[in-house]
């Protein structure tokens, strides 16, 4: 149980237990959810680890975020799988998993943020900015920077081994262990609060301006040429390409804004709020928990649906099979070759016909630029 839904917020009858309808979704839901979502974030990081080509500045972001959600889905989903079989808000795993499943709970939650927001930056500066990119934009810069953000949220999220503890109370005559507060719920209200803004609004603001500025240059760079630019056309592929990756981030955006967005508005609605006016709710509570457990869970489906570089390597991971030709394209020198002659010719050509720099974006697909 989070901290944000202990005994003070969600309500069960504890004298004839949940029913059988609750306790079927409340343990079914979160255990399908867990192994999938967890499986599927355990091959995404194998599949980033393991190809090369893959290795590039975005991927390192998007692995940020699959360790994020593991150790979401592992700190908050899996300890709720057997709570509608417990005794109502009991927590029988001890103090110190009270601490630590609290902690790592919004470390896991802040990261996936956190990373939300730094590949949105990174390819805001690889398709708008592409020249300062070729510099900014590289494997080890992004790992500096996620090194920072994870020791950031770290220490952000360090109070909770300190504000987190079990109680034990008595309830309808049976002494409960209960995962609490150690200070009064209105100071956790104003952390809350701050919390949804720094790690829920401001992502999101920050994704929906850079997106918009991103889709515009690319639909301008995709655009139809007339058949004397037709030397123009590795550009527009290229173009597209970078399209497909954009939308496959966008869908992530998007979910993350959508499935969180009910538990983060109600924690911080109930926390400002009296006991008679709060959402108590238990099936409003497993509507809202499980929908930021699906956000930890979907990204791995996305990767698969929209991307063929990933969809490949799944099926290699998944069937042992040898590394495809077509998909080693990051590994083939002729391919290399290639690409840097293509980059080179389309920011020549551009330059001269249209007055301006748009310059393909080579660290993204080639295995050159990737340190």
């Known amino acids: 149980m989070r901290m944000d839904e202990s005994s003070e917020n969600v309500t069960l009858d504890t004298r004839a237990g949940p029913s059988l309808e609750y306790t079927v979704m409340a343990v079914g839901l979160p255990l399908v959810i867990f192994i999938i979502g967890f499986a599927g974030n355990i091959l995404v990081i194998t599949v980033i680890l393991k190809r090369r080509s893959l290795q590039t500045p975005t991927n390192c972001y998007l692995l940020s975020l699959c360790v994020a959600d593991c150790i979401l889905l592992i700190s908050s989903n899996l300890p709720t799988i057997p709570e509608p079989l417990l005794r109502a808000e009991d927590w029988p795993y001890g103090s110190f998993m009270c601490t630590l499943c609290v902690f790592l709970g919004y470390l896991g939650a802040n990261v996936s943020s956190l990373s939300i927001g730094a590949f949105t930056v990174e390819r805001y500066i690889g398709i ?5 990119a070729q510099t900014i934009c590289t494997v080890s810069r992004a790992r ?8 950031l949220a770290i220490l952000y999220c360090s109070p909770w081994l300190a504000l987190a503890k079990v109680v034990p109370h008595t309830r309808n005559g049976t002494v ?3 995962c609490t507060y150690t200070l009064e719920r209105y100071y956790y209200g104003i952390y809350y609060v701050f919390d949804f803004v720094v790690f829920y609004v401001v992502p999101l603001v920050l994704s929906s301006v850079l997106y918009f500025f991103m889709i515009r240059l690319l639909l301008k760079d995709g655009a139809p040429r007339s058949t004397e630019h037709r030397s123009l056309q590795p550009r527009n592929r290229g173009a597209a390409a970078r399209m497909q990756v954009v939308r496959m981030l966008i869908v992530i ?3 993350f804004g959508t499935l969180w967005l009910p538990y983060r508005i109600v924690v911080v609605y109930n926390s400002f709020q009296d006991s008679l ?3 108590k709710d238990s099936w409003f509570w497993l509507f809202c928990r499980n929908m930021v457990f699906i956000n930890s869970a979907i990204n791995p489906i996305v990767y698969n649906m929209l991307s063929v570089k990933f969809r490949r390597a799944f099926r290699d991971i998944v069937c042992k099979g040898k590394e495809r030709g077509a998909f080693n394209d990051g590994t083939d020198t002729t391919s290399v070759r290639l690409s840097r002659m ?4 389309s920011f020549t050509a551009d330059m001269l016909m249209n007055g301006r720099i748009v310059q393909q974006e080579p660290f993204l697909w080639t295995r050159s630029y990737t340190r």
Do not use: A, D, E, G
Request: charged share 10%; net charge positive.
């Open 253 to 255: 955006v998007v979910l």
């Open 176 to 178: 409960v262990q209960s």
């Open 144 to 151: 500096r920077i996620l090194f920072v953000l994870w020791t």
């Open 277 to 279: 006016l709060q959402f």
């Open 342 to 345: 293509s980059t080179r010719y």
């Open 128 to 132: 708008c900015h592409s020249l300062k």
